[in-house]
């Protein structure tokens, strides 16, 4: 017999899914038999799988020491790259400035260096997340950027400040705003763009498509142009919505793609590898209690890195 004792990243989390962490060579049809058959036990007593967690819980696994596999040493004391910018953190959160060509999360077992990766590194070697203690929790990103777009990406430290930010950011309590360099000049100067978007996975593209169409998705983009040089448009934009290649999609369809955007009609500018977008500035605006987070309400975090193509205007803060 062993146990588990539930700490505060373990805690409102669903039992199965705890266990699912905790112990992962015990199949799941396993799991759920032995939480049937009380063979899993939470506080010396029966419990149904769907039992939140509260810290200091004590689960005891009636099962065979095959399941408990010893964890593996960690891999993050020497990452690929610990290279990563801290805009701003505190216990809860973390938010880095990602680089442009760097994915946030793996794609394949090819990709040895991302921005998770990055962020697990810095805080073990902080020693604000330790591997082998954690029975569950492991850091996480709640929002994400495209490979080629830099800028503010958030970091959750802890379990509790997962659920409330993510919660936050489904309520769209968590303005993006993102600064673009766009070809020609947005008509009108400040808009709202609203329509419906559906992928094109052959060319992995998105293109507008009519509500009703298969895979159609609502995505609202808030845009003001900041000043207008030798045919390029310095645009500030809010994501409403965020759905995959939004801003780039619909500046093309306004007709003005951004720089350096070849898959949207953009033209490349020397010594430019990547499009001219990056997620500099977010707020925080909570309608309600923000829970763990409750703090942030109000905050709003700007991005400590400007990329070259701002320069070509004459935009300041």
């Known amino acids: 017999m062993r146990e588990l004792i539930a700490g505060e990243n373990d805690a409102l989390q669903r039992l199965d899914r705890f266990l699912a962490k905790a112990v992962p060579t015990l199949p799941g049809t396993l799991l759920q038999k032995y939480i049937r058959t009380k063979r899993i036990?939470?506080?010396?007593?029966?419990?149904?799988?769907?039992?939140?967690?509260?810290?200091?819980?004590?689960?005891?696994?009636?099962?065979?020491?095959?399941?408990?596999?010893?964890?593996?040493?960690?891999?993050?004391?020497?990452?690929?790259?610990?290279?990563?910018?801290?805009?701003?953190?505190?216990?809860?959160?973390?938010?880095?400035?990602?680089?442009?060509?760097?994915?946030?999360?793996?794609?394949?077992?090819?990709?040895t260096d991302t921005l998770v990766d990055r962020v697990k590194a810095y805080l073990y070697h902080k020693g604000d997340w330790d591997p082998q203690r954690e029975q569950s929790f492991v850091p996480a990103l709640c929002n994400r950027l495209d490979r080629n777009t830099?800028?503010?990406?958030?970091?959750?430290?802890?379990?509790?400040?997962?659920?409330?930010?993510?919660?936050?950011?489904?309520?769209?309590?968590?303005?993006?705003?993102?600064?673009?360099?766009?070809?020609?000049?947005?008509?009108?100067?400040?808009?709202?763009?609203?329509g419906h978007l559906a992928k094109d996975r052959t060319h992995n593209k998105v293109a507008s498509a009519a509500k009703g169409m298969a895979d159609a998705k609502s995505a609202i983009t808030e845009y003001r142009t900041l000043e207008t040089r030798e045919n390029l448009s310095l645009v500030e934009c809010k994501l409403i919505t965020g759905r995959t290649h939004q801003i780039r999609a619909q500046m093309s369809a306004l007709g003005c793609p951004l720089l350096g955007d070849r898959k949207y009609g953009g033209l490349p500018q020397k010594n430019q590898r990547y499009q001219a977008l990056w997620a500099h500035r977010i707020q925080f605006n909570f309608e309600a209690c923000g829970g763990v987070l409750d703090y942030l309400n109000g905050r709003e975090i700007l991005s400590d890195t400007a990329p070259f193509w701002v320069g070509n205007f004459e935009y300041t803060r």
């Open 41 to 111: 036990k939470v506080n010396g007593r029966r419990t149904e799988r769907s039992y939140r967690l509260t810290v200091g819980d004590t689960v005891s696994l009636y099962i065979s020491d095959e399941f408990f596999a010893v964890k593996p040493p960690t891999t993050y004391d020497k990452p690929k790259n610990p290279a990563l910018t801290v805009v701003y953190e505190d216990a809860h959160i973390l938010i880095a400035d990602k680089p442009a060509g760097l994915l946030c999360h793996s794609g394949s077992t090819d990709d």
């Open 150 to 194: 830099g800028g503010l990406v958030i970091s959750a430290k802890t379990a509790a400040a997962t659920v409330a930010m993510n919660e936050k950011i489904r309520l769209r309590e968590v303005s993006k705003y993102y600064l673009l360099a766009a070809h020609g000049s947005p008509k009108p100067a400040a808009g709202r763009i609203e």
